[in-house]
Nanobody
Framework: QVQLVESGGGLVQAGGSLRLSCAASGIIFSRSTMGWYRQPPGKQRELVASITSGLTTRYDDSVKGRFAISRDNAENTVSLQMNSLKPEDTAVYYC???????????WGQGTQVTVSS
């Protein structure tokens, strides 16, 4: 059974930083593409950043230069360092794993990030 557990969300003032972490189990983590998505209030879920097994990263334009995704295959974790946070970054942030074998997506339960102005 695949489980993704996010942590690190919270309330922060604009300009501040947060670090999200996602612990994965039940999946061959090192061979999976990992991603962070977010869903602002009243909007659709959107990609924030992703990292492949080969460490290729991809970022949404709105977070380039402010956010950094990384992975630790020894610990089966993926992290999202978020700096210079803005009120528009407020959302529920979700971790996603895509199996390299089945192509199936797995989602975490989400963690709330709120940035006050």
């Amino acid at each position: 059974q695949v489980q993704l557990v996010e942590s690190g969300g919270g309330l922060v003032q604009a300009g501040g930083s947060l670090r999200l972490s996602c612990a994965a189990s039940g999946i061959i983590f090192s061979r999976s593409t990992m991603g962070w998505y977010r869903q602002p209030p009243g909007k659709q879920r959107e990609l924030v950043a992703s990292i492949t097994s080969g460490l290729t990263t991809r970022y949404d334009d709105s977070v380039k230069g402010r956010f950094a995704i990384s992975r630790d295959n020894a610990e089966n974790t993926v992290s999202l360092q978020m700096n210079s946070l803005k009120p528009e970054d407020t959302a529920v942030y979700y971790c996603k794993a895509t199996s390299s074998f089945s192509g199936r997506d797995y989602w975490g339960q989400g963690t709330q990030v709120t940035v006050s102005s």
